[in-house]
């Protein structure tokens, strides 16, 4: 059974730093490219960033490229959000996904929510102002 369990969120201000992380059990996490999504209240969930199963490409969203960083060790099974000068706008439920590059490329990114076959239940970060 694939399961994908986030933490780290929390309440922080604006300016402040979080990192998430997301561990992932049940499947060969090294086949896997990861990413980071997002949903705000009364909004659609959203992409902010993934990484390749080797770790050696990444994609980031224009609205948070320079504040986040996304890393993975495969060692761990794990990847991780490191979020700096967060944003009230960066306020969201904080969703990580495995997207499965068994048969592609090492290079692989996605920001198509339908490319990605398992889902976490999300990590709630607050921004106040």
């Known amino acids: 059974q694939v399961q994908l369990v986030e933490s780290g969120g929390g309440l922080v201000q604006a300016g402040g730093s979080l990192r998430l992380s997301c561990a992932a059990s049940?499947?060969?996490?090294?086949?896997?490219?990861m990413g980071w999504f997002r949903q705000a209240p009364g909004k659609e969930r959203e992409f902010v960033v993934a990484?390749?199963?080797?770790?050696?490409?990444?994609d980031y969203a224009d609205s948070v490229k320079g504040r986040f960083t996304i890393s993975r060790v495969n060692a761990k099974n794990t990847v991780y959000l490191q979020m700096n000068s967060l944003k009230p706008e960066d306020t969201a439920v904080y969703y990580c996904?495995?997207?499965?590059?068994?048969?592609?490329?090492?290079?692989?990114?996605?920001?198509?929510?339908?490319?990605?076959?398992?889902w976490g239940q999300g990590t709630q970060v607050t921004v106040s102002s």
């Open positions: 049940g499947l060969t996490f090294s086949s896997y490219a």
């Open positions: 990484i390749s199963r080797s770790g050696g490409n990444t």
């Open positions: 996904a495995a997207a499965d590059e068994s048969y592609g490329n090492s290079w692989s990114v996605s920001r198509d929510q339908t490319s990605y076959d398992y």
